[in-house]
């Protein structure tokens, strides 16, 4: 069973930058497609960004590109979202979700992934 733990997220003005980190609790087969959803009040939860489990291909959700970075630190087993220039409309609880997977395909729908992290809230004030 893989546990996934989400941190880094708080209250930031809009314009600020947070790093979010989510870090497995097992040691996790490598390669794996990592993601990175949110979920607003009443909003369904929607992908921000995810990582192949080979190569390092990225994807983006449109509200986010140019703005959000995926990396992943694998000696750690941590994966991170770095988030700049926030706005109100980036405010929800943030999940990481993992699945097994050797090829270099992303994954940007939540229903494939069968692990997934507690969430963290990150809120953005004007």
């Known amino acids: 069973q893989v546990q996934l733990v989400e941190s880094g997220g708080g209250l930031v003005q809009a314009g600020g930058s947070l790093r979010l980190s989510c870090a497995a609790s097992a040691r996790t087969l490598p390669p794996t497609a990592m993601g990175w959803f949110r979920q607003a009040p009443g909003k369904e939860r929607e992908i921000v960004a995810g990582?192949?489990?080979?190569?390092?291909?990225?994807y983006y959700g449109d509200s986010v590109k140019g703005r959000f970075t995926i990396t992943r630190d694998g000696a750690v087993n941590t994966v991170y979202l770095q988030m700049n220039s926030l706005n109100p409309d980036d405010t929800a609880v943030y999940y990481c979700?993992?699945?097994?997977?050797?090829?270099?395909?992303?994954?940007?729908?939540?229903?494939?992934?069968?692990?997934w992290g507690q969430g963290t809230q990150v809120t953005v004030s004007s």
């Open positions: 990582m192949s489990g080979l190569g390092g291909r990225t």
């Open positions: 979700a993992s699945r097994p997977d050797s090829s270099s395909r992303v994954y940007p729908t939540s229903s494939d992934y069968p692990y």
